[in-house]
C-alpha cells in the first residue's frame, strides 16, 4: 500500500468517487421510476432495466477505481485494515466508514443480482433496497470526508442529487408534483447548509511555504575507512505534509557532498537542494522548488529502535 505520491492518482481516487455516486444517483432515481407503477412510456421495460444494470456495473467499476487509488495514494493514512474494515481509519471515521459500509453493501448487491434466477424474488427485491441505503450512506461519505465537498461545483452536484433521489420517491408515494417539488428543494438545501457549515471543509496549505511537522523515518549509515555515506528519510505529518531525504558523503574531518530532497503532498512537487549544516541528530538545509521559491529546513530527532527516527521539522522561506 502506499505505493505513489503522484497528483495523478489523487485526482483519480476523486474523479472515481465523483462518477461513482453520481452513476449510483442515476441508478437509484431510476429504480425508483421503474418501480412506481406507471413506467415511462417511451422507454421499453427492457430498456430500462438494460440501463438500470448497466448503470449498476459502472458504480462498481468506478467504486473500486477509487479505492485501488486511495490504497495506492502515499498522501492519505489509509491501510489495508482502514478501508475493508469500517471504524478503523484514523481520517473522519465516520464518514470515512459510512463509505465502507457502501461498497461493501454494493458489493453484497451484487453477488443477489448474479444469483438472482436462483433466490426467491420476494427475498432479491427486498435486498434490492439496499440500493437506497447505499445511496445514502455515500451521500454523507463524500459530504462528510470529500476534499472537494465545499467546492461549489461539488456542492451544486451533490444538491441535484439529493433532490433527484427525494423528487423521486416523493413521486413514486404520491404522484404529486407539489410534494416532489418541495422534498426536492428542502433536501437541495440541507445539503448546502450542512456542507457549508457543519461539513465545510478547510484544506491544508497546498505547497506551503513556511510550516512545522512531526517527522518518522530513518537513518542508514554506510561507512568505510575513508568515507561514509549516510542518508536520512523521514516523512512529515502536520498541516503540510511531505517526504524528506538527505544524503551525505563524510571524509573523516569534513562534508564531501550532500544532497537533499523535499517533496510536498499531494502535490508532489519537489524542492531540491543540500544540506548545509550537519548535527549529530538533526541537520539544516536549503533547498529550491519548481516554482523558484526557496526554502530553509531544520529537522532535529531521536532515535528509537536502532536507526527509527522520530522528531519535528520546521520549513520556513
Not at 489495508?80 to 458489493?107: D, M
Not at 448474479?114 to 426467491?120: A, D, G, S, T, V
Not at 420517491?169 to 438545501?189: D, H, N, V
Request: charged share 15%; with cysteine; net charge positive.
Amino acid at each position: 500500500m502506499h505505493l505513489t505520491t503522484s497528483p495523478l492518482d489523487w485526482y483519480i481516487a476523486r474523479a472515481a468517487g465523483v462518477a461513482a455516486y453520481l452513476l449510483l444517483t442515476v441508478v437509484v432515481a431510476l429504480g425508483m421510476t421503474m418501480a412506481g407503477g406507471k413506467r415511462l412510456k417511451r422507454w421499453p421495460k427492457f430498456a430500462l432495466e438494460d440501463v438500470h444494470r448497466f448503470g449498476g456495473l459502472l458504480v462498481g467499476s468506478f467504486v473500486t477505481i477509487h479505492v485501488v487509488t486511495i490504497a495506492l495514494d502515499a498522501y492519505l493514512p489509509f491501510s489495508l485494515s482502514a478501508i475493508l474494515v469500517p471504524f478503523t481509519a484514523s481520517y473522519r471515521t465516520v464518514y470515512t466508514a459510512l463509505g465502507v459500509v457502501a461498497a461493501e453493501l454494493l458489493l453484497a448487491l451484487a453477488v443477489t443480482n448474479r444469483y438472482r434466477e436462483c433466490l426467491p424474488y420476494a427475498f432479491w427485491r427486498r435486498a434490492h433496497y439496499l440500493n437506497l441505503a447505499v445511496w445514502t450512506a455515500a451521500t454523507a461519505h463524500g459530504l462528510g470526508s470529500g476534499t472537494d465537498r465545499s467546492t461549489p461545483w461539488l456542492l451544486a452536484l451533490f444538491a441535484a442529487s439529493v433532490a433527484t433521489v427525494l423528487a423521486a420517491g416523493a413521486w413514486r408515494l404520491s404522484r404529486r408534483p407539489a410534494l416532489s417539488f418541495g422534498l426536492a428543494a428542502a433536501g437541495a438545501a440541507v445539503v448546502v447548509l450542512v456542507a457549508t457549515g457543519p461539513l465545510a471543509f478547510s484544506p491544508k496549505p497546498w505547497n506551503a511555504r513556511t510550516f512545522r511537522a512531526s517527522i518518522t523515518g530513518q537513518v542508514v549509515q554506510n561507512v568505510g575507512a575513508t568515507r561514509g555515506l549516510v542518508s536520512a528519510a523521514a516523512t512529515a505529518r502536520g498541516a503540510q505534509r511531505a517526504l524528506l531525504r538527505a544524503d551525505l558523503l563524510l571524509e573523516p574531518s569534513r562534508l564531501d557532498a550532500t544532497s537533499f530532497q523535499l517533496e510536498l503532498l499531494p502535490s508532489g512537487m519537489l524542492c531540491t537542494g543540500r544540506v548545509t549544516q550537519v548535527q549529530s541528530f538533526g541537520f539544516d538545509a536549503r533547498c529550491r522548488a519548481e516554482d523558484g521559491s526557496r526554502r530553509f529546513v531544520h529537522a532535529t530527532w531521536t532515535l528509537a529502535g536502532g536507526n527509527r527516527l522520530r522528531g519535528e521539522v520546521v520549513v520556513h522561506a
